[in-house]
């Protein structure tokens, strides 16, 4: 998949025909994808798409069988050499349950070699900080989440990898993740997030990375993307004219979701723009027909569908 044409700057992270299999099983797809530095990246995929298995790759974790990419300006190769600068929870965190999250954080810290003058610092960031002698056998899944993400903090990371940070979080912990990732950006730190929480993601992210089958769909700046679709809400009291615009959207291309007497389309500005004059001439005059921005979940079924760009 050819890269977004954003012009050229620094990049976090670049993978360029990136394949991983597994016996028979291919994971990763020739994956060619780039995240800029500074940027809070969405990284999106049905299950079994390919995306652990590519953070797994970015982080040494397994070995790519082709292809190549770089971390802060390191091949993968030289993981020893990127590996200080980066911040990872993937999957669910492992600690020792009989200690407390704040022993369990100094450890780790004495472990890694880091200042355990964090430790406080990251609990507070967290959230934690009032939980912090309470033995982690007695966290709830959230807690154990926020307490994986502190982990990840503690080298002061320039890249942090996250991969599905909000599992376990109530409404209010996730509004709390999102306030304090937006703040990590702040600082300059590139953030690559795993997430099956779309809506989130569509208020935090500014880049955008989507895969299916381990190949990437789309990657670019967010706002590429929904500069490319609309949502078309077309109305009608006849579901004979519905059924005509709905065949003119299948036509061209676009999947349509239907609800009584109201259709959605998401489709591109130019297809919403002629629309109602097509549907007129085909003979459907009653419709009210509103466009509106399309959500990031819209977009991305659009994309698994295979719809026109």
Known sequence: MPLSSDPAGAFAIETHGLSKHFGRHTAVDGLTMRVPKGA??????????????????????????????TVLGHSLTEFERYLPRVGALVEAPAFYPGLSGRTNLEVLARLGGHPGSR????????????????????????????LGVAMALLPDPELLILDEP?????PLGIIEMREMLRRLAGQGKTILLSSHLLGELEQLTDWLIMLNQGKALFCGPARELFAERVEVVVEAQDAVQLDLVARIAGEAGYAVTREDRVLRIACSAEFAET???????????????????????????????????
């Open 275 to 309: 629309l109602n004059q097509q549907a007129r001439e085909a003979g459907a005059p009653d419709l009210t027909i509103r466009v509106r921005e399309a959500s990031l979940e819209q977009l991305f079924l659009a994309l698994l569908k295979g719809d026109h760009a």
């Open 40 to 69: 809070i990246a969405g990284f999106i995929g049905p299950n079994g798409a390919g995306k652990t298995t590519t953070l797994r790759l970015l982080l040494g974790l397994v070995r790519a069988d082709a292809g190549s990419a």
């Open 119 to 146: 430790v406080s610092e990251l609990l507070e960031v967290v959230g934690l900080s009032d939980r912090a002698r309470d033995r982690v056998g007695t966290y709830s899944l959230g807690m154990k989440q926020r």
């Open 166 to 170: 909000a599992n376990g979080l109530d």
